[in-house]
């Protein structure tokens, strides 16, 4: 079953920070994170393979919560050019299959 | 070809027609996949294959089918359509197992 982001959508002002949550029932193997605009194929933003590391992107990172089955992504100033759909990519643990979270969609307005 | 390029870019079916979404890519990666893409679900694993030869089924698998036959091609057939199989369907390939996702433009396939 898929990952369950939170929250399903979110509006922000330019300027104003977000957090998405990725949360799994299931032990992950690595977490990535993809930014999908509008009519466009997901775009990768960041990888994280180790529990509680955080990886950084311009003004976004994320963090990897092993125990808590659990990765976060944090925007901070946000820029209009933030706006599309999060999702995060993963492997559970013993398989093969790579998929994606139930997403979330992030609108920046001016 | 430069990445990973699927055609065609759209199409329109008659219900019960035979269709093959064609995925192609040129970076030599061991692992693709299929996700098909519906408003409100996000990306769901149709099929995937680890390597040249194999082949797995996803979460949503029922009504495709895929080969593998060597490490650049890995096409999606239909045997026969359903409105149900409206969609945008994207193929990504990954160069191993825990490195990132590289996708095609996307086939916005509708079925009548």
């Known amino acids: 079953q898929q990952p369950v982001q939170s929250p399903q959508a979110v509006i922000l002002r330019e300027g104003e920070d977000a957090v998405i949550n990725c949360s799994s029932s299931k032990a992950l193997y690595s977490v990535h994170w993809y930014r999908q605009k509008h009519g466009e194929a997901p775009v990768f933003l960041m990888i994280l393979l180790k529990g509680g590391e955080q990886k950084g992107h311009e003004k976004i990172s994320a963090s990897f919560n092993e125990k808590k089955q659990q990765s976060s992504l944090y925007l901070t100033a946000s820029q209009l050019s933030y706006s599309g759909t999060y999702f995060c990519g993963t492997r559970y643990s013993g398989t093969y299959k790579y998929i994606f979270g139930t997403g979330t969609r992030l609108k920046v307005l001016a | 070809i430069a990445g990973i390029t699927q055609a065609p870019t759209s199409q329109i079916l008659a219900a019960g027609r035979r269709m093959t979404l064609r995925c192609t890519q040129d970076?030599?990666?061991?692992?693709m996949y299929w996700y098909r893409q519906d408003l409100g679900l996000g990306l769901r694993l149709i099929h995937y294959?680890?390597?040249?030869?194999?082949?797995g089924k996803g979460e949503v698998p029922d009504g495709y089918s895929v080969s593998r036959a060597n490490t650049d091609d890995f096409p999606l057939t239909l045997a026969s359509a359903v409105p149900s199989q409206t969609s945008v369907y994207f193929c990504?390939?990954?160069?191993?197992?825990?490195?990132?996702?590289?996708f095609g433009q996307g086939t916005r396939l509708t079925v009548v």
């Open positions: 990504a390939s990954k160069r191993h197992l825990s490195t990132e996702a590289f």
């Open positions: 294959s680890n390597t040249a030869g194999t082949t």
């Open positions: 970076m030599r990666h061991n692992a």
